[in-house]
């Protein structure tokens, strides 16, 4: 079967920055997503994946606006420590709002990239923000989506159930 809108795409991925340095691998059964624009997945690999077949690899380079966009320091502020529990420490992540808002649908992740005194420094700019990558890809298995994933946009477990309250943005 070859990867087109509406098939479930599994890979095999290993990500390094514009230098090589390695960032990350895929384990276990790798990486699952939903084929076809749903912002599953990086729309430049997906474009290179289109009309293989299980066994294809290839290289894909993501500049920064292809993959987590370009560091914005907007995205830092401080906050009083007292706002946090007592043991946090660097590179912890928490879910707060962003200033000015108070719809909890607009909750962002921010990750402590610093503790002087009574401040604490987040960071809400994805880790990998401003980064150039470099995406080795493999596709190990391609399926029909269901009718449900399609209506819902994304892939569900193995059970066919999905938490739509714990969704991940990539």
């Known amino acids: 079967m070859k ?8 890979l095999s991925m290993s990500v390094t920055d514009a230098q090589n340095n390695f960032i990350e691998q895929t384990s276990g059964e790798g990486f699952t997503y939903l084929h076809g624009g749903y912002d599953d997945f990086f729309p430049k690999i997906e474009e290179a994946l289109e009309g293989q077949e299980v066994g294809f690899e290839t290289l894909v380079a993501l500049e920064p606006d292809d993959a987590f966009g370009e560091y914005d320091a907007e995205f830092v502020r401080v906050e009083a420590r007292s706002l946090f529990p007592a043991d946090i420490e660097a590179g912890m992540m928490f879910e707060g709002l962003p200033e000015g808002s108070e719809d909890e649908d607009d909750a962002e992740f921010f990750t402590i990239t610093d503790i002087e005194g009574d401040k604490v420094v987040l960071d809400g700019n994805h880790p ?3 980064m150039a990558l470099r ?3 493999k596709v190990t298995e391609v399926r029909e989506a269901t009718a449900e994933e399609i209506e819902h946009q994304h892939v569900h477990g193995d059970d066919g159930h999905h938490d739509h309250d714990h969704d991940t943005v990539h």
Request: overall charge positive.
């Open 3 to 10: 990867v087109a809108k509406n098939t479930v795409v599994t």
């Open 135 to 137: 995406c080795t890809v």
């Open 128 to 130: 990998l923000a401003g």
